[in-house]
């Protein structure tokens, strides 16, 4: 029974903090397109819409990594190469269900977040990594 309430709490958890990260997005301009969009190998966090480009709009996939401490690095250091190769077959399945944004730049951004779940400090990540890095 225990495992099922801890289970609730990581959920509790991990909502809590991409909403925040999300609510922290849209304040900086971006517009929300879906959040926890499963894919075969890989669930994107958040994907959003960048109007502010110089090329026109850019489609974000946004990976949202919690730490309660920064004592094994932050959010983005978990980020291994698996953990990006998953992220952008997951993209690919995206944009190729949805073709009207298939030929739009894409970026990939990490928001790391910290502290209390409730109100994290959050550090946005543009450009983490790219999807030629894994070429």
Request: aromatic share 6%; hydrophobic share 45%; net charge positive.
């Amino acid at each position: 029974m225990a495992t099922v309430v801890k289970s609730l709490d990581r959920k509790a958890r991990g909502a809590a903090v991409e909403a925040a990260a999300h609510a922290y997005l849209q304040r900086a301009g971006l517009r929300r397109i879906a959040a926890n969009a499963n894919y075969r190998g890989g669930e994107l966090d958040l994907i959003m819409l960048d109007d502010g480009g110089r090329d026109g709009d850019c489609v974000v996939f946004i990976e949202v990594r919690y730490r309660s401490h920064g004592g094994f690095g932050g959010g983005a250091a978990s980020i291994d190469a698996g953990k990006r190769r998953k992220l952008i077959h997951a993209a690919q399945s995206f944009l190729a269900a949805h073709r009207e944004l298939a030929h739009a730049p894409c970026r990939f951004d990490v928001v790391e977040a910290s502290g209390d779940p409730a109100a994290p400090q959050l550090n946005w990540l543009r450009d983490a990594f790219r999807a030629d890095d894994l070429a």
